[in-house]
């Protein structure tokens, strides 16, 4: 690209003559957008013409050293566009009135350089440069919008999850919930699932499959109610489960109207403590645990219960892994005790004998209810500790 002293006399005299007036014909640029575009006539003159000046006079810096937009001049660029988009200006808006100031600085450039009998030529060449220059500008304009775009999806997002955890973990600005909910697509009078959800993380592809199903599970119409609560997965659905994720676990209790929120999705939590701490797979409720629950939550119980029960069948020495799985198949399948020794592969005296030996080490009887709760409760509470959760 030639430079500007390598123009003819004439094509710098225009180039210059042009330079001189700028602000002329920045203030001519100002005036045609206004007319052009209504909605300009609603923006303070001052601001337009600070904006047409900033976009004018990089591009003729630019044009007089002949080369492109430097990395400075581009985020200057950005910049202003970033802020003009905050300020609620439409990218089309702005793209018109580039294009449209464009075309009147090309006027301009024209004009002077017909009062000084430029040749044709140059004139296509000036052209070129000048066109060129003003598709590089919009480059910028447009990555700055982006920005502000990405920024007021981020400020969008925090508000939702905001909102979300004050729903689902319930707190005293009911006022200001309420004043939100609908932008986000929930209503006060919908009945709505809470859930909480956690992924093993297996394999990428199970990872996967486990964002599928959560966004199908609290998906309401265009809205996603989830957000995250630590390594969980937390909110709102208007159903239940479709899809079973094959890596993960999810705790959901409901429906319920969103001001009874709060004590659903505390049992919902309990769920996914509950099964995650057993090694569970897929989707279960406070009820569907049963006691499970109180197993995770009352260690001191579970503490007394392995010691009361498990740790004398230690005493059994290399018998006490049989009479230890003897008790857990028994209470599986409901304390029949000649189906057990078949699962087992053994004589049911031998069972018997294994049974007898756990009741004297532990000074305990199967026959009480007591008991029974108590060897049952040690099993699970050994259970979770062997899955370390």
């Not at 330079?19 to 609603?42: C, G, H, R, W």
């Not at 986000?184 to 499959?209: I, K, M």
């Not at 995250?228 to 997965?233: F, I």
């Not at 049992?267 to 197993?295: E, R």
Request: proline fraction near 3%.
């Amino acid at each position: 690209m030639v430079s500007v002293t390598e123009w003819s006399s004439n094509a710098q005299k225009a180039i210059y003559a042009f330079i001189d007036q700028i602000e002329d014909s920045i203030k001519l640029v100002t005036n045609s957008i206004i007319s052009a575009i209504d909605f300009y006539q609603t923006v303070p003159i001052q601001e337009l013409e600070d904006s047409v000046r900033v976009a004018i006079t990089t591009m003729v810096n630019a044009f007089l050293e002949m080369r492109e937009l430097n990395d400075e001049e581009k985020e200057l660029l950005s910049q202003w566009a970033e802020e003009r988009a905050i300020r609620g200006v439409p990218l089309e808006i702005m793209m018109s009135a580039v294009r449209d100031g464009i075309y009147i600085f090309w006027d301009e450039i024209l004009r002077f350089a017909q009062q000084e009998g430029v040749s044709a030529e140059e004139e296509f060449q000036l052209g070129q440069i000048i066109w060129s220059g003003a598709n590089e500008l919009s480059y910028p304009i447009v990555a700055g919008y982006h920005r502000a775009h990405e920024r007021d999806v981020r400020v969008d997002q925090q508000k939702r999850d905001t909102l979300l955890r004050s729903i689902l973990i319930g707190n005293d600005d009911s006022d200001d919930i309420l004043a939100h909910i609908e932008h986000f697509g929930l209503s006060t009078t919908e009945e709505y699932f809470a859930f909480r959800a956690r992924s093993y993380s297996s394999t990428p592809q199970d990872e996967r499959l486990f964002d599928r199903a959560i966004n199908d599970l609290c998906t309401i119409g265009p809205f996603v109610a989830s957000t995250t609560m630590g390594s969980d997965v937390a909110g709102l659905s208007q159903k239940l489960p479709m899809q079973i994720p094959p890596s993960g676990v999810i705790g959901i209790e409901g429906p319920t109207t969103l001001e009874n929120i709060p004590a659903v999705f505390k049992k919902a939590s309990d769920a996914l403590h509950t099964a995650y701490a057993f090694g569970k797979k897929g989707v279960y409720t406070a009820g569907s645990l049963g006691l499970l629950t109180a197993v995770v939550n009352e260690t001191n119980v579970g503490d007394w219960a392995v010691s009361r029960y498990l740790h004398p069948i230690g005493l059994a020495g290399s018998s006490a892994g049989s009479i230890r799985l003897a008790l857990k198949v028994l209470i599986d399948h409901d304390m029949k005790l000649d189906e057990v020794a078949k699962l087992l592969n053994v004589h049911p005296n031998t069972l018997r004998y294994r049974l007898k030996r756990f009741e004297k080490l532990t000074n305990s009887s199967l026959d009480s209810i007591e008991d029974m709760v108590g060897i049952w409760w040690a099993l699970q509470f050994s259970e979770m500790q062997k899955q370390g959760k």
